[in-house]
């Protein structure tokens, strides 16, 4: 079903003209970019809290498969 979703969106905005369909191109790509932003920034959160707290360790490669 989703497939046939998505081809008809397709079929839709190829209807456009270009510069509508370089409008949702460039929309969608902003938009795709700030979700991708916001990810990073709670990765980095989380990261930031395990540091805080001490929820991490440090060594080399051979120390972690070690542990493992």
């Not at 079929?11 to 509508?20: P, T």
């Not at 902003?30 to 360790?57: C, L, M, P, S």
């Amino acid at each position: 079903m989703q497939e046939s979703i998505i081809n008809d969106i397709l079929q839709n905005v190829s209807s456009l003209s270009l510069d509508e369909q370089d409008f949702i191109v460039q929309t969608f790509s902003k938009r795709i970019h700030e979700v991708r932003r916001n990810e990073i920034a709670e990765r980095a959160k989380e990261a930031e809290y395990n540091y805080n707290t001490g929820n991490v360790t440090s060594g080399s490669v051979s120390d972690l498969m070690k542990k493992l």
